[in-house]
C-alpha cells in the first residue's frame, strides 16, 4: 500500500503561481510513476503532469505544457507541481496518484493509489 498526502491549494489571481507538493510513504517501491490529475466540477479527471521517478522523465497535458513543473525530491518521496501563469480553466480539485507502471503516464485508469485531493481555485 502507498499513502499520499496532497498539500499546497488555494486561492489565486490570474496570472498568479502555486505550488502543489505531494509526499508518499508506505511502500514507495510501487512509486515508479506520480502523477498529478484534476477535476473540475461537471468534468472528467484529467491528466495535468507524470514524472518517471526511475529516470525523471516527465509528461505534460498540451494544456499545461509550458506554465507547469512537475519535479521529485527522492530522499523526502515527495512531488512537486509547481504552477505558474495561472489561468480560471485551470480551478479544480488537483489529485496526486502514483502506480508501478503506467503505459500511458497521463491516463488515470493506470494509476492504483490515490491522494485526498487539494483545491485550486483561480478567480480575481
Known amino acids: 500500500q502507498v499513502q499520499l498526502v496532497e498539500s499546497g491549494g488555494g486561492s489565486v489571481q490570474p496570472g498568479g503561481s502555486l505550488r502543489l507538493s505531494c509526499a508518499a510513504s508506505?511502500?514507495?517501491?510501487?512509486?515508479?510513476?506520480m502523477g498529478w490529475f484534476r477535476q473540475a466540477p461537471g468534468k472528467e479527471r484529467e491528466g495535468v503532469a507524470a514524472?518517471?521517478?526511475?529516470?525523471?522523465?516527465?509528461y505534460y497535458a498540451s494544456s499545461v505544457k509550458g506554465r507547469f513543473a512537475i519535479s521529485q525530491d527522492n530522499a523526502k518521496n515527495t512531488v512537486y507541481l509547481q504552477m505558474n501563469s495561472l489561468k480560471p480553466e485551470d480551478t479544480a480539485m488537483y489529485y496526486c496518484?502514483?502506480?508501478?507502471?503506467?503505459?500511458?503516464?497521463?491516463?488515470?485508469?493506470?494509476?492504483?493509489?490515490w491522494g485526498q485531493g487539494t483545491q485550486v481555485t483561480v478567480s480575481s
Open positions: 514524472i518517471y521517478t526511475g529516470d525523471g522523465s516527465t
Open positions: 496518484a502514483t502506480t508501478l507502471y503506467a503505459y500511458s503516464p497521463l491516463v488515470r485508469r493506470y494509476y492504483n493509489y
Open positions: 508506505g511502500d514507495t517501491s510501487r512509486s515508479n510513476y
